[in-house]
């Protein structure tokens, strides 16, 4: 009985989460503006629900989403859009940061 409630305890906090990461998401309406971009919002948060499975890493699983979104919309900018030499001088900014 027990186990059947954390689950569903564990359940509901996931669910919660993906709500509030969706709503981040679709408030930069990026099926518009970036057409190209991969839609793999839920991939990524189950990517990070692997790495922080306990329910008090709740804040770190929602962090590291949204880096890794953000991060994506970068990398599909720069493999639809870049030349060389802007994909080198954005590598040699980074390399600076």
């Known amino acids: 009985m027990f186990a059947k409630m954390d ?3 564990v359940q509901n906090l996931h669910q919660q989460e993906l709500y509030e990461i969706s709503g981040w998401w679709r408030s930069f309406d990026l ?3 970036f057409p190209f971009a ?3 919002l839920v991939e990524s948060y189950y990517w990070n629900v ?3 499975f306990e329910p008090k890493y709740r804040l770190a699983r929602i ?3 949204k ?3 953000t991060l994506s919309i970068l990398d599909d900018t ?3 859009f870049a030349t060389y030499e802007e994909l080198q ?3 040699e900014a980074i390399e600076r940061f």
């Open 50 to 52: 692997c790495v922080y």
């Open 7 to 9: 689950f569903n305890m």
């Open 38 to 40: 991969r839609e793999r």
């Open 67 to 69: 880096i890794y979104r």
């Open 89 to 91: 001088a954005l590598s």
């Open 31 to 33: 099926a518009t503006n």
């Open 63 to 65: 962090i590291n989403t």
């Open 78 to 80: 720069c493999d639809n």
